[in-house]
């Protein structure tokens, strides 16, 4: 049990939590691949500016926070470039103009940022303030994924190169531009061959070629690739089903360090998957997901410190922290878990 007074701050700090976790994900989360191309005094600077200009735009000065936003893309902050072509994309304190939208989304794209180049190929798959354009679609599609790895590129570049209004004259050149690239070595575009391959967007579904180029990927330290040679050793496709074999891809996966494939580890030993479960490895791989900035991770984690499982002792104080940045990383199961935990009500918008 706890006191009143400390239910009245717990249940003012959920409401906080779920108020604000959208602004604190857009602001932390700007869609940008290189961050700023700027550096010293100028970056930072830069990034002032950008601060500043979300913030007065949270408190619905759009003006102010446009002036504050093309400073700080003056300077060459992509991540200001973006949010100033969100703004005229989704008419935050101005009428919607596409146009607009898409000036500042090509300044974004030529300094190397991936999601101005998705944006820009919806606007021309969608003729949204430009011409349609399918060839112009697939090549800033193809750009994004094939360049800079974005996954929300490569699959609606697979949409756009199945749809029946796509003709095989505009298709040929992403498609060359993307298989100059792979056979360069640019790893991002290896993995697009291979995704390419496993889902049909070259002819009938190859998974044995696609395997080739996930091999490829994966020696050159691609994690994703890993991922997917593992899944299709575990599920058997393309290759005879070898869970050993799929475990010490995940395993490499793993290795490197990213998140989510420190997660999956997490999974396949709760399941199971490496023989007798251990609760040592449990929370060991739980736990360097979370320190990685995994959300979901994050809540397992508090959950875990919640409830005193695994091996672990119960402890209100680690599993409130872990649960609080789950809910800012965007979680809001963390937020109801909390609210469950002490027994309150949280405040939904």
């Known amino acids: 049990m706890i006191d009143q007074f400390s239910r009245i701050m717990l249940a003012t700090a959920i409401a906080l939590l779920v108020l604000h976790v959208e602004s604190v ?9 290189t961050g700023s ?33 093309r400073k700080a893309a003056k300077l060459g902050d992509i991540a200001a470039m ?90 040929k050149g992403s498609l060359h531009w993307l298989q100059t690239q792979a056979a360069s070595g640019r790893v991002p575009a290896m993995f697009a061959m291979g995704w390419f391959r496993e889902h049909g967007c070259f002819g009938p579904v190859d998974y044995q070629r696609a395997m080739v180029w996930y091999h490829r990927a994966a020696g050159e330290g691609d994690w994703i690739a890993m991922m997917e040679i593992a899944r299709s050793y575990l599920v058997g496709q393309g290759v005879k089903k070898d869970i050993r074999t799929a475990l010490i891809w995940y395993r490499r996966a793993a290795a490197t360090g990213a998140p989510l494939a420190e997660r999956y580890m997490w999974a396949l030993h709760v399941a199971g998957y490496f023989g007798r479960r251990d609760p040592a490895k449990i929370i060991f791989w739980v736990k360097r997901a979370a320190a990685g900035g995994d959300g979901e991770s994050m809540l397992e984690l508090g959950i875990t410190y919640a409830y005193g499982r695994d091996g672990v002792r119960k402890n209100p104080l680690r599993a409130n922290r872990w649960l609080i940045r789950s809910a800012l990383a965007g979680w809001p199961d963390a937020v109801s878990t909390l609210a469950q935990l002490y027994n309150v009500s949280p405040i939904h918008r």
């Open 37 to 69: 191309t700027t550096n010293g005094n100028s970056a930072e600077l830069g990034k002032l500016y950008l601060h500043r200009g979300i913030t007065q735009g949270k408190e619905g000065h759009y003006t102010v926070a446009r002036r504050f936003l």
């Open 25 to 33: 994900r857009s602001a932390a989360g700007i869609p940008s691949r």
């Open 82 to 171: 973006d949010k100033l072509g969100s703004i005229y994309a989704k008419g935050e304190g101005v009428v919607v103009s596409f146009r607009q939208a898409g000036v500042w989304y090509r300044k974004a794209a030529a300094a190397g940022d991936a999601a101005a180049m998705l944006q820009l190929g919806m606007f021309y798959e969608g003729g949204c303030g430009v011409k349609r354009n399918a060839e112009a679609a697939a090549r800033w599609y193809a750009h994004a994924a094939g360049y800079y790895g974005d996954e929300h590129a490569l699959r609606r570049l697979a949409i756009l190169w199945k749809s029946k209004r796509f003709a095989l004259a505009a298709k």
